[in-house]
């Protein structure tokens, strides 16, 4: 059983569409974190979420991190092929341990 | 900054070998290591916690004699499968922390791709 469920699993869109990806679990976060990966490659962290409603920005992408610090989400606006990926949420109970999320497999076609 | 590397990137043994992969920070100082394993597709499962100059904390159903963790100074960790049959066959990566509790990130290796014959 994986502590959090992410989903969709698999998405596949036309370049310039808007997607959101979820991250949830029954379990506090001390973090949050999330991630691409290309395969064969190691994750490559996006961004780190820590307060409870907070929310980032990072150009295209937008992270909310949940008022109980259970479950985020990772928006995409205008998606680009090189958005292509998989995504990965990943928390932390405590400083020194981090668990992955099922993973969003992210296909934007030209 | 926060560069961690891996050794080899790709391995092919033999079934009842051992093989060993190294994890290393190159440009800061690694007191926790963690070590995942990740099947085609599938997301990364936590194998392992290694705090340098410590034992290795497995997570429930990982073999602790099966895959040998040593974190012997604070940029290397690595990660010894012994006795390596096919369904040991797997992307294997590792993860680098500082440790310290204003630090929530953990920063990955490329990975290493593990074939067992």
């Known amino acids: 059983t994986q502590l959090l469920e992410q989903s969709p699993q698999f998405l596949s869109i036309q370049e310039g569409e808007n997607l959101t990806v979820y991250c949830n679990s029954s379990?506090?976060?001390?973090?949050l974190q999330w991630y691409r990966q290309e395969p064969g490659e190691g994750p490559v962290l996006l961004v780190t979420?820590?307060?409870?409603?907070e929310v980032k920005k990072l150009k295209r992408l937008t992270f909310q991190f949940g008022d109980a610090r259970k479950d985020s989400s990772l928006h995409i606006t205008a998606a680009q092929p090189g958005d292509t990926g998989l995504y990965l949420c990943?928390?932390?109970?405590?400083?020194?341990?981090?668990?992955f999320g099922s993973g969003t497999k992210l296909n934007v076609k030209p | 900054g926060a560069v961690v590397s891996q050794h080899p990137s790709r391995v092919i043994c033999k079934s009842g070998t051992s093989v060993k992969i190294e994890c290393r920070s190159l440009?800061?100082?690694?007191?926790?290591m963690f070590w995942y394993r990740q099947f085609p597709k599938q997301s990364l499962m936590l194998m392992a916690t290694?705090?340098?100059?410590?034992?290795?904390?497995?997570e429930q159903g990982v073999e602790k004699d099966k895959f040998l963790i040593n974190h012997a100074s604070l940029t290397l960790s690595t990660l010894t499968v012994t006795s390596a049959h096919p369904e040991d066959s797997s992307f294997y990566i590792c993860?680098?922390?500082?440790?310290?509790?204003?630090?929530?990130?953990?920063?990955f290796g490329p990975g290493t791709r593990l074939t067992v014959t």
């Open positions: 993860s680098a922390s500082t440790g310290l509790e204003s630090s929530y990130e953990q920063y």
């Open positions: 379990s506090v976060f001390s973090s």
């Open positions: 979420v820590v307060t409870g409603g």
């Open positions: 990943a928390g932390a109970r405590n400083f020194n341990k981090f668990y």
């Open positions: 440009d800061f100082q690694a007191t926790t």
């Open positions: 290694s705090n340098e100059g410590s034992k290795a904390t497995y």
